[in-house]
């Protein structure tokens, strides 16, 4: 005879918990890079790496301050980052026509293919992972995401 092994989390009282809005943002985080990661692993693109590539396309010769300050990353976190993109051949960095101390990013053609590739794909992650929500529910959460955003 088996034994049915219980579900944990029926099973626990998450007090306080269920109530914070850090807690259930951390949970959803979680649920949300895990499907991510099994949805770019062929790709090897992390989704601070998509925001980058994206980023850049967008605006030709941003700064590497102006790409950590849109990601939300400092200087320690967004030079190995773009470090690691440009040794995929993914993005160039220019010197800038502004000032010589910093550096213009550009996607290469290899980024720009990438990005058109990757952007398909995270369309269909997207309604993966927005499944449970209608559509007025989702666009609600993403501007309520981004008043806490704001902060």
């Given at each position: 005879?088996?034994?049915t092994v219980p579900d944990p989390k029926r099973s626990l009282d998450f007090g306080i918990l269920t109530g914070l809005?850090?807690?259930q943002l951390r949970r959803a985080q979680v649920a949300v890079f895990g499907h991510f990661?099994?949805?770019f692993k062929d790709l090897d693109l992390t989704p601070g790496q998509l925001g980058a590539l994206a980023l850049i396309h967008g605006n030709p010769g941003l700064s590497q301050s102006a790409l950590g300050g849109a990601l939300g990353v400092d200087r320690s976190t967004v030079v190995p980052?773009?470090?690691r993109l440009e040794t995929r051949a993914l993005v160039v960095r220019a010197p800038s026509p502004k000032d010589r101390r910093?550096?213009?990013l550009q996607l290469s053609p290899a980024g720009a293919r990438l990005l058109a590739e990757a952007e398909a794909r995270v369309r269909a992650h997207?309604?993966?992972i927005a499944a449970r929500l209608s559509e007025p529910e989702r666009r609600t959460l993403l501007e309520l995401l981004a008043r806490i955003g704001a902060g």
């Open positions: 005879m088996s034994e809005i850090g807690y990661a099994d949805a980052l773009i470090d910093s550096h213009a997207e309604a993966v």
